[in-house]
T-cell receptor, first 110, second 115 residues
Framework: GENVEQHPSTLSVQEGDSAVIKCTYS??????FPWYKQELGKGPQLIID?????GEKKDQRIAVTLNKTAKHFSLHITETQPEDSAVYFC?????????FGKGTKLSVIP | EAQVTQNPRYLITVTGKKLTVTCSQN?????MSWYRQDPGLGLRQIYY???????DKGDVPEGYKVSRKEKRNFPLILESPSPNQTSLYFC??????????????FGEGSRLTVL
């Protein structure tokens, strides 16, 4: 499948600080870029997505930016809170055969 | 309530004993898919289906079968389970239009142990 790399694999931040997770993909035809959040013991849940005709999308404290030329997109979480602690996954395939990144475990320290 | 339901949630079995993990969605979604989640490897797609009677392999289909006889159901079948299939399995569904899945809705997961 598609080659998708996600960094970092773990991230610890102080409450109130910002967190950034980056996903790099290889297929230039990809046109849909979602981010999922997985809380302990639960299935992943979509938190934000972006399509290739848009460079940035924001939803309250969460934003996603897309650089199609460099083939990467990033998740930005501002003013982090303890409930943001979870594992975050990107999907860089943008088609029906999905390829998720290996995940980023975010820990927000109160 | 809109949901994806997987059963069983937990299962311990022995090598070679056929098992089926069921998945059902009540959102009239066209697209359904199965994933396994292993430490350090993230979520890997096993099989997906874009509609009734249409199924395709994902990245790790070996040792698994699926069927899509009805729109709402997408069972995962392990004909002869082996210990390397011990994993956490997720089913997901979506409307699946415009050349991509769109938002995926995941089930709560099924933890399978093969002894």
């Amino acid at each position: 499948g598609e080659n998708v790399e996600q960094h970092p694999s773990t991230l610890s931040v102080q409450e109130g600080d910002s967190a950034v997770i980056k996903c790099t993909y290889s297929d230039s035809a990809s046109n849909y870029f979602p981010w999922y959040k997985q809380e302990l013991g639960k299935g992943p849940q979509l938190i934000i997505d972006i399509r290739s005709n848009v460079g940035e999308k924001k939803d309250q404290r969460i934003a996603v930016t897309l650089n199609k030329t460099a083939k990467h997109f990033s998740l930005h979480i501002t003013e982090t809170q303890p409930e943001d602690s979870a594992v975050y996954f990107c999907d860089g395939a943008g088609s029906y055969q999905l390829t998720f990144g290996k995940g980023t475990k975010l820990s927000v320290i109160p | 309530e809109a949901q994806v339901t997987q059963n069983p949630r937990y299962l311990i079995t022995v090598t070679g004993k056929k098992l089926t993990v069921t998945c059902s969605q009540n959102m009239n979604h066209e697209y359904m898919s199965w994933y396994r989640q292993d430490p350090g490897l993230g979520l890997r797609q096993i099989y997906y289906s874009m509609n009734v009677e249409v199924t395709d392999k994902g990245d790790v289909p070996e040792g698994y079968k699926v069927s899509r006889k009805e729109k709402r159901n997408f069972p995962l079948i392990l004909e002869s389970p082996s210990p390397n299939q011990t994993s956490l399995y997720f089913c997901a569904s979506s409307f699946g239009a415009s050349g991509n899945t769109g938002e995926l809705f995941f089930g709560e997961g099924s933890r399978l142990t093969v002894l």
